[in-house]
Every structure is written in structure tokens, then in C-alpha cells.
T-cell receptor, first 112, second 114 residues
Framework: QKEVEQDPGPLSVPEGAIVSLNCTYS??????FMWYRQYSRKGPELLMY????GNKEDGRFTAQVDKSSKYISLFIRDSQPSDSATYLC????????????FGKGNQVVVIP | DGGITQSPKYLFRKEGQNVTLSCEQN?????MYWYRQDPGQGLRLIYY???????QKGDIAEGYSVSREKKESFPLTVTSAQKNPTAFYLC?????????????FGPGTRLLVL
């Protein structure tokens, strides 16, 4: 079983819809959870960062972490064509070397 | 303007040739990382360094080498021993690696084999 599982998609939605992305993981030691957005042929950019369980909201983006289920989610409200990108989940423990475990990425296409 | 720079944007390697990818950061971050990204495979860690003059192998270090002589620089050499080097290479950095700090990425270098 891979450490982090993420459905690669692609996921196509009409403009204005809610995008829902998720990752599952197997390592219960993970404490830090991140979502990165990556446009084609660019480096990933940090979108959301959360510690432990709970919700975090930033504008149209909401990140949720459920450690009991080993499940994290990212929601994008009022999706725009500019949200079309690949979204990567990443997570780490407190092992001292800050190594991140990444999902494979989920490609999202927002259709105008 | 703080950030991470990678050069070149595209790099072509001939058979049996070693090539070096540059990564520089002016964020005063302690830790730096090199990842390889292949289609459908996600990001895989090649090497990482938590402090100057020290570095550790990641999950796919074979055929690669690094150095960390300065805090702001972490070059990656793809040696001739790496038989399948075509990929998108990403450099990242973070502050104190002991505290789960977020990693920030550069724009990447695309390596192609002639």
C-alpha cells in the first residue's frame, strides 16, 4: 500500500461548480498536511497548510483533515478557469528531516 | 524579491554525459531538496540537505550527486550512471526542517536526452 493515495483524475467541472479533492494516507504519524497547485510545466505552489485535524479556510479554498479516518480534502468554491491545474497533496511527520510524502496529483479542468 | 531560482529551464544531455542543474535560494532557508517528477508518478525525493556541508540520500539517489557548500546553493549533478534521466526536476527549500516547515518550490528544470 502506498503511503499517500490520490486519484489522478482528470476531473472536469463547469465554471462556478465546487471542486472536491481528497487524499488518503496510511502513516498515522503524519501531522502536517499541505495542498500544492501546479500549473503545466511550472513548479508547485503552496495553497494550503494545516496542522493536525480540523478545517482551514482561505478565500475560495477550504482544507479539511480527518486524522481518525486518515483522510484529507480540499474544496474549491466558485471554481474559475484559472483553477485548472494539478493539485498535489503532501504530508509529513515530526521525524526531524521534514521529508514530505506526496500524492500523485489530481488534474482539474474548469470548463468556461 | 525572495525566492528559489533554477537554471537552466531546459537541459539536453548526450549519452554518457554528466550535467549539473542549478538551484539557488535567497530565503535564508536551512534545508534544501531535490525532487524528480515523472508523468503519473508524483514527486520523488532524490537528495536533501538540512545544513551546509551535509546531505542525505532520498528514495531515488542512484545516478545523482549533490553538494551543499553554501547555504543558498544546492546543485544537482545527473551522472551518466542515471540511465533514464528524462524528467522534470524540482528544487525546494524550507526553514527549520525539524519543525515540519512548509517546502517552497522553484520553477523546475526539464531534462531531455538527445
Amino acid at each position: 500500500q502506498k503511503e499517500v493515495e490520490q486519484d489522478p483524475g482528470p476531473l472536469s467541472v463547469p465554471e462556478g461548480a465546487i471542486v472536491s479533492l481528497n487524499c488518503t494516507y496510511s502513516n498515522s504519524a503524519f501531522q502536517y498536511f499541505m495542498w500544492y497547485r501546479q500549473y503545466s510545466r511550472k513548479g508547485p505552489e503552496l495553497l494550503m497548510y494545516t496542522y493536525s485535524s480540523g478545517n482551514k479556510e482561505d478565500g475560495r479554498f477550504t482544507a479539511q483533515v480527518d486524522k481518525s479516518s486518515k483522510y484529507i480534502s480540499l474544496f474549491i468554491r466558485d471554481s474559475q478557469p484559472s483553477d485548472s491545474a494539478t493539485y498535489l497533496c503532501a504530508m509529513s511527520d515530526m521525524g526531524g528531516n521534514n521529508r514530505l510524502a506526496f500524492g500523485k496529483g489530481n488534474q482539474v479542468v474548469v470548463i468556461p | 524579491d525572495g525566492g528559489i531560482t533554477q537554471s537552466p529551464k531546459y537541459l539536453f544531455r548526450k549519452e554518457g554525459q554528466n550535467v549539473t542543474l542549478s538551484c539557488e535560494q535567497n530565503l535564508n532557508h536551512d534545508a534544501m531538496y531535490w525532487y524528480r517528477q515523472d508523468p503519473g508518478q508524483g514527486l520523488r525525493l532524490i537528495y536533501y540537505s538540512q545544513i551546509v556541508n551535509d546531505f542525505q540520500k532520498g528514495d531515488i539517489a542512484e545516478g545523482y550527486s549533490v553538494s551543499r557548500e553554501k547555504k543558498e546553493s544546492f546543485p544537482l549533478t545527473v551522472t551518466s550512471a542515471q540511465k533514464n534521466p528524462t524528467a522534470f526536476y524540482l528544487c525546494a527549500s524550507s526553514r527549520d526542517p525539524r519543525r515540519g516547515e512548509t517546502q517552497y518550490f522553484g520553477p523546475g528544470t526539464r531534462l531531455l536526452v538527445l
